[in-house]
């Protein structure tokens, strides 16, 4: 089955970039829908974007909350995609999971990220 | 921006009946998906397209849409269903994704 993995530093200063790396097995990346969702300590779920691409094609879309900050990004030949969130402060302290979308819903997911913000 | 509401918590005794709600106006033309998510691990889709249940999700979870309101039942609730339960949905246009503020389902 489709098996996903996030890898990234677990702790980032606050002003600084983060940039996380999602690990795809057992599917391909082309044609399907891929994203980021993240979980505050002790808070609910918040989606991030997804990057969906076929052939020649690349969309992405980003939550509207978040747009400025956000960056996403694919690496088909090592069936990889990543996130970018750039002028992070202590509110952006949150598991990161990557998640594939299908039909309006997230079906696999990665076992998630800590990501501290911390000076 | 659009939201999905649900109650904050729960409480059933074993064996009896739980019953979530999840309110939002795009829910008549959107699908409605929930999530079960136990401490420490990464959500689990319990029901999809609002009432499928996806392969390995036990019998006693279904779901239900009326209007702009989703239910997620659990009926016969055993200890193992204590969790936080997500609903999600997309926004009218089919653009961005939302959850719900998530409920804490406590088997008494």
């Known amino acids: 089955q489709v098996q996903l993995r996030e890898s990234g530093p677990g702790l980032v200063k606050p002003s600084e970039t983060l940039t996380l790396t999602c690990s795809v097995s057992n599917a391909s990346m082309s044609g399907s829908y891929w994203s980021w969702i993240r979980q505050p300590p002790g808070k609910g779920l918040e989606w991030i974007g997804y990057i969906y691409h076929t052939g020649n094609t690349e969309k992405t879309n980003y939550n509207p909350s978040l747009e400025s900050r956000v960056t996403m990004s694919r690496d088909t030949s090592k069936n990889q995609f990543s996130l970018q969130m750039t002028s992070l402060t202590a509110a952006d302290t949150a598991v990161y999971y990557c998640?594939?979308?299908?039909?309006?819903?997230?079906?696999?997911w990665g076992q998630g990220t800590l990501v501290s913000v911390s000076s | 921006s659009y939201e999905l509401t649900q109650p904050p918590s729960v409480s059933v005794s074993p064996g009896q009946t739980a019953r979530i709600t999840c309110s939002g106006d795009a829910l008549p033309r959107q699908y409605g998906y929930w999530y079960q998510q136990k401490p420490g691990q990464a959500p689990v889709v319990v029901i999809s397209k609002d009432i499928e249940r996806p392969s390995g999700i036990p019998q006693r979870f279904s779901g239900s849409s009326s209007g702009t309101t989703l239910t997620l039942t659990i009926s016969g609730v055993q200890a193992e269903d204590e969790a936080d339960y997500y609903c999600?949905?997309?926004?009218?246009?089919?653009?961005?994704?939302?959850f719900g503020g998530g409920t804490r389902l406590t088997v008494l």
């Open positions: 998640v594939r979308l299908r039909a309006g819903g997230f079906d696999y």
């Open positions: 999600q949905s997309a926004d009218d246009s089919g653009t961005y994704w939302v």
